[in-house]
């Protein structure tokens, strides 16, 4: 089996369109510099819908715009650099399946990833629901496992047609989650995978799934308490 994912089972929100805060706060930058753009334009008489009969601005006119539209930039990556996140923390990008590990500021390491696949899954018995998609926003890895045995949830057995055990030890799995597993709340896992062709893409139950090398060296250069940002 493949699945992974939430240690106990539980009910996934599905994905809401929440961008991390450095990413919302990139926008919000582009959105200023646009205002400016604007502005300026504005003051030289001359609207965004090009017009036959606007005049011409003047050189000297231009290049006293030029010279605020480049200061209004550097005001707008000076404030991004106020915001951006310090230290070591991690971006995954769940719709191009991109896992980037960052260290003030630099992109240390760039791998492929899998993330959820945001279908749903119905226990005929109980009509429950579970929603395979991976969570939006910030967390932080809680905790960190070499060797970590999964404790497989109810729906990993309905998925393959199976009442779930009674007895719990027949639960446990110590291959599909990898070498190496970074917990980061609510039964999600940065880990490993028996398929490492199908990196790349969402088939996963919600978790982050990574290549051999990519997982380690992650696990080794991400302390307990890192910051992970989805999106």
């Not at 493949?2 to 009910?11: I, L, Q, R």
């Not at 070591?88 to 760039?110: C, E, K, M, S």
């Not at 057995?157 to 917990?183: C, H, Q, V």
């Amino acid at each position: 089996m493949t699945a992974e994912t939430p240690e106990t089972p539980v009910t996934v929100e599905p994905r809401r369109s929440r961008w991390p805060l450095a990413v919302g706060l990139f926008f919000v930058a582009l959105l200023l510099i646009a205002c400016g753009v604007a502005a300026v334009l504005a003051r030289m008489g001359r609207p965004f819908i090009a017009s036959p009969f606007n005049a011409t601005p003047s050189v000297g006119v231009v290049g006293q715009n030029a010279a605020q539209l480049t200061r209004l930039a550097s005001e707008a990556v000076k404030e991004i650099q106020q915001v951006e996140p310090k230290g070591t923390y991690i971006v995954v990008d769940t719709y191009r399946n991109r896992l980037r590990l960052i260290d003030n500021g630099t992109v240390i390491r760039n791998a492929i990833c899998s993330s959820g696949t945001g279908t749903v899954l119905k226990d005929p018995r109980t009509g429950k629901e579970w929603v395979f998609d991976t969570p939006m926003g910030e967390r932080i890895v809680q905790r960190k496992v070499r060797h970590p045995v999964w404790a497989k949830p109810d729906w990993a057995f309905i998925e393959d047609g199976y009442l779930p055990p009674k007895d719990s030890s027949e639960r446990f799995d110590n291959e599909t989650l990898g070498d190496y597993a970074m917990y980061i709340g609510d039964g999600y896992i940065i880990h490993g995978t028996l398929f490492q062709s199908l990196l790349g893409r969402s088939i996963t139950h919600g978790c982050v799934r990574l290549g051999d090398a990519d997982l380690e060296f992650v696990y080794h250069h991400v302390p307990i308490g890192t910051r992970v940002y989805l999106y």
